[in-house]
C-alpha cells in the first residue's frame, strides 16, 4: 500500500516534464527530467511583485529640492513688521515668493524594500516555469570554451539558435531606424494621427 498524504489520499508520484541537453554545436546529447512543483505551474501574480520590487531597487532616488535654510539670500527682514500697509514679511527665502525654498519636497532616498525569500524563490520558479512553457529554456551540458572570447560564443549561441537581442549580442542584423523616425512614430501616437 503506497504512502497518504496529511488528508488521507493516496499519494501520486509527481509528473515529470523532460526536456533536452545539448552541446555547444547545438547536438543533442542527452534528456533531463524536470520537477513538476518548480517547472508545473506560472504563478503571475507573484512575478508581476517580484518585478515590481526588482524596479524600485532600480529606481536612483537622486530627487532633491531645497527647503527655505537651503535657498541663497540674504536673512534680513524685508521691511518693518507695521506701518507700511503691506503683508508681513520675515524672509526673502519664503516659500510664498519665487526664488523661496520649496516646502515637503522630495529628497534622496532609496525605494527599496524588503522582498521575502520565499516570494523570490516562487517567482523564480514561476519564471523557469513560462520560459518552458514558451519553448525559450535551453540546457547545456558544458559551458567550456577553449578560449574566453567572443567570436567562439557568439558561434555557440547561434548553433544553439539563441535569440541575439534576448541573449545581449546585440544589433548585428538588427536595421536601425532613420533620424527622426521614432519623433515622428511619437508624434502619431500622441496625437491619434495615422
Known amino acids: 500500500m503506497g504512502r497518504q498524504s496529511v488528508f488521507g489520499e493516496p499519494r501520486t508520484k509527481a509528473k515529470m516534464a523532460t526536456i533536452d541537453i545539448h552541446d555547444l554545436s547545438g547536438a543533442k546529447v542527452g534528456t533531463l527530467e524536470l520537477a513538476d512543483e518548480i517547472f508545473g505551474a ?12 526588482y524596479r524600485a531597487g532600480q ?13 541663497s539670500g540674504s536673512g534680513k527682514k524685508l521691511w518693518k513688521q507695521k506701518g507700511t500697509g503691506r503683508a508681513r514679511i520675515g524672509s526673502i527665502r519664503s516659500p510664498l515668493w519665487r526664488h523661496g525654498g ?7 532616498r ?4 524588503a ?6 524563490m516562487g517567482a523564480l520558479r ?3 516555469a513560462a520560459k518552458l512553457a514558451d519553448g525559450k529554456l535551453i540546457v547545456v551540458n558544458t559551458l567550456a570554451l577553449k578560449q574566453p572570447k567572443t567570436k567562439p560564443f557568439r558561434a555557440a549561441l547561434d548553433a544553439l539558435q539563441v535569440d541575439r537581442d534576448r541573449a545581449g549580442g546585440g544589433g548585428g542584423d538588427r536595421e536601425e531606424p532613420e533620424p527622426g523616425a521614432e519623433r515622428a512614430q511619437h508624434r502619431r501616437t500622441r496625437t491619434g494621427a495615422r
Open 126 to 128: 514561476s519564471a523557469l
Open 110 to 113: 532609496s525605494y527599496d524594500y
Open 42 to 53: 506560472v504563478n503571475e501574480d507573484l512575478l508581476w511583485e517580484a518585478v515590481k520590487h
Open 115 to 120: 522582498f521575502p525569500r520565499k516570494k523570490l
Open 59 to 71: 529606481h536612483q532616488g537622486t530627487h532633491a529640492t531645497k527647503a527655505r535654510w537651503q535657498v
Open 102 to 108: 520649496t516646502v515637503h519636497g522630495p529628497q534622496p
